[in-house]
């Protein structure tokens, strides 16, 4: 993530800012340039006033780019689901913002346009519950609002051993699936998946009613980046693809602050080996930052060879190098 001024004052500001503290100029972030720019002229998202959206749209009463991509909205008579929906789209924007910056497309060959719909777990009138699955879809990423308060994710997290669980994470992930059918398959690539992943048409339902009642082989760390990837090739591909994300905007973000140097995350010019390169110690010592402080790790996972082959795998693709990549 970039580093942004206050186009009035020059204060710094952060990727979200709607307001500059310093100087009390309003500002917007405009999507097509990705920078901050002073909100006089320009038109605001629609969903500025409601929750807090800084990005500009192309005309008034309109959607930002990031806001028109979710389809549905939880209810927002619901008492806490204003301020969900607010933390969602906020870990969206994130997400949409190194999508936009890595040139990736946005919609499949095929014409499936990446969307996403935020819906709540439903009580009939019997008290049966109709539990929403966070998941992925032909190109529609469905979240669960629950993930949204800090305590039930917190508790899932716990209950599912997982070190790492965050709505961008969340976000990462399930933008994998859509990957997955942009990068491999339309991308002429599933060979080389095979070759790394595992068939990615495995049954799926069996892979996950033996993940739940087998949990993952004890020596998964050599081979997946998380206990999760082990459960089916899709899986892994969306873990690693997550992964890869989390460093591409770690590592951009780090560079912005002097704590990186020599690589460019999102040009794609360097190999994979040169991001892990960098990306290690600096993880290393953001562990140690955060253990200083009496915070759970930074970055609570292990590279093993393997896994990084799988992140190559992902980063030549979405830079491009594959066979076929779609333009944006
Ligand atoms: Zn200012
Ligand atoms: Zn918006
Ligand atoms: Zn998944």
């Known amino acids: 993530m970039r580093r942004f001024d206050c186009p009035s004052c020059g204060a710094e500001l952060h990727f979200d800012s709607l307001c500059c503290l310093a100087c009390g100029a309003e500002v917007a972030f405009d999507p097509a340039d990705l920078s901050i720019v002073p909100l006089a002229g320009?038109?605001?998202?629609?969903?500025?006033?409601?929750?807090?959206?800084?990005?500009?749209?192309?005309q008034t009463g309109a959607l930002c780019r990031s806001c028109e991509m979710t389809q549905t909205i939880p209810d927002l008579r619901m008492p806490g689901n204003v301020e969900r929906w607010r933390r969602l789209e906020d870990a969206k924007r994130r997400l949409v913002y190194?999508?936009?910056r890595l040139g990736l497309p946005l919609e499949t060959a095929g014409g499936n346009r990446l969307?996403?719909?935020f819906l709540a777990d439903a009580e009939g009138p019997?008290?049966?519950v109709e539990r929403v699955m966070t998941g992925h879809d032909n190109g529609l990423v469905t979240i669960n609002v629950a993930e949204a308060d800090d305590d039930?994710?917190?508790?899932?997290?716990?209950?599912?051993?997982?070190?790492?669980?965050?709505?961008?994470?969340?976000?990462?992930?399930?933008?994998?699936?859509?990957?997955?059918?942009?990068l491999v398959d339309e991308g002429g690539e599933r060979a080389r998946f095979e070759a790394l992943f595992g068939d990615p048409d495995a049954d799926y339902g069996?892979?996950?009613?033996?993940?739940?009642?087998?949990?993952a082989p004890p020596d998964w760390q050599e081979r997946h980046v998380s206990a999760y990837a082990t459960m089916h090739p899709w899986e892994d591909w969306a873990e690693t693809f997550a992964h890869w994300l989390h460093m591409t905007d770690g590592l951009d973000t780090a560079l912005r602050y002097g704590l990186a140097q020599g690589v460019d995350p999102y040009g794609g010019g360097d190999p994979m080996d040169a991001l892990v390169s960098a990306w290690i110690p600096l993880a290393l010592a953001m562990n140690a930052m955060n253990r200083s402080m009496g915070q759970p790790?930074?970055?609570?996972?292990?590279?093993?060879p393997a896994v990084r082959e799988k992140l190559a795998f992902v980063h030549?693709?979405?830079?491009?190098?594959?066979?076929?990549r779609k333009a944006a």
């Not at 320009?42 to 192309?58: K, P, T």
């Not at 069996?206 to 949990?215: M, P, V």
């Not at 930074?298 to 093993?304: E, R, S, T």
């Not at 030549?316 to 076929?324: E, P, S, T, V, Y």
Request: include cysteine.
């Open 42 to 58: 320009r038109v605001a998202c629609s969903n500025r006033q409601m929750i807090g959206c800084s990005w500009e749209a192309g």
């Open 98 to 100: 190194s999508l936009l």
């Open 115 to 117: 969307r996403f719909r």
């Open 126 to 128: 019997d008290g049966t």
């Open 152 to 182: 039930r994710r917190e508790a899932m997290r716990v209950e599912m051993g997982e070190p790492y669980r965050t709505l961008l994470g969340h976000c990462r992930h399930e933008v994998g699936h859509f990957f997955f059918d942009v």
């Open 206 to 215: 069996a892979a996950i009613e033996r993940h739940y009642r087998e949990g």
């Open 297 to 304: 790790d930074f970055y609570p996972f292990v590279l093993a």
């Open 316 to 324: 030549d693709l979405a830079h491009g190098r594959g066979r076929r």
